[in-house]
C-alpha cells in the first residue's frame, strides 16, 4: 500500500527521528483536493464536488460498518454519499461523518488533508456564484475542522489565499499560518 510505503523517506532527516517512528502510518487519513474544482455554475461545482468526496469514501467502503457501535447518521451520510444519493448537508457533513466512522473504527483519531481548498472558491468568485460557494464551505469546514476535536488529530490545509480571509475557519483553535518563505517549509 502506497500510503505506508516509509522507503520515500529513508533519505530524509525525519525517517530516522522518534516522531517518525511513532507516527508514521499510524492514523487513518481523508484527504480530499480540489484542484479540479473549476465549474462554471454552482450546480456543477456541488456536483464535481460530491464527485470528490466520493472517491474519497469510496476509499473506505470496505469497511465492516456493522462493526461500529452507533453513528446511525454518519452511517447514512456514508451510504448516501457512496451510493450516489447524497444531499448538499450529507456532503456539508461529509468530513465530520467519515472522520467519526473511522476513528471509532480504527480507535485512533483522523488526519485531514485538503489540497487548494480555495480553487472552488476562486471559481465561485469568477463565475458569479461565490455567496453560494462560500455558504457551503463555511458548512463544510466549520462541521469537519471545527465542531470535530474528539475525531480530528490534525488537518493540513493548502491554497494561495490566507484561510482567515472568508471566515471560513472563525472559531478554530491553535491554527499556524505558513507560507513558502516560512522557514519551517525550508
Do not use: C
Not at 480530499?32 to 466520493?54: G, P, S, V
Not at 476509499?59 to 460498518?65: A, E, I, R, S
Request: glycine share 4%; proline share 2%; no cysteine.
Amino acid at each position: 500500500n502506497q500510503e505506508k510505503d516509509e522507503t520515500i523517506f529513508k533519505d530524509t532527516y525525519i525517517y530516522n527521528t522518534p516522531f517518525f517512528k511513532e507516527h508514521f502510518g499510524k492514523y487513518p487519513v481523508i484527504f480530499l483536493t480540489f484542484k479540479d474544482a473549476r465549474e462554471n455554475n454552482f450546480e456543477t461545482m456541488i456536483e464535481k464536488i460530491r464527485r470528490i468526496i466520493k472517491e474519497e469514501f469510496q476509499k473506505y467502503q470496505n469497511l465492516d460498518l456493522d462493526k461500529i457501535d452507533g453513528l446511525s447518521a454518519e452511517k447514512k451520510i456514508f451510504e448516501n454519499i457512496i451510493n450516489d444519493k447524497s444531499s448538499i448537508v450529507n456532503l456539508e457533513d461529509s468530513i465530520i461523518a467519515l472522520s467519526a466512522i473511522l476513528t471509532k473504527y480504527y480507535k485512533k483519531p483522523t488526519i485531514i488533508l485538503i489540497d487548494e481548498y480555495d480553487t472552488p472558491i476562486l471559481t465561485g468568485w469568477m463565475e458569479g456564484f461565490y455567496t453560494d460557494i462560500i455558504k457551503f464551505f463555511r458548512n463544510f469546514f466549520g462541521a469537519g475542522l471545527k465542531d470535530n476535536d474528539k475525531n480530528l488529530k490534525k488537518a493540513l490545509i493548502t491554497g494561495i489565499f490566507k484561510i482567515s480571509g472568508e471566515s471560513l475557519f472563525s472559531g478554530l483553535n491553535n491554527l499556524k499560518y505558513l507560507t513558502i518563505l516560512s522557514n519551517q517549509l525550508a
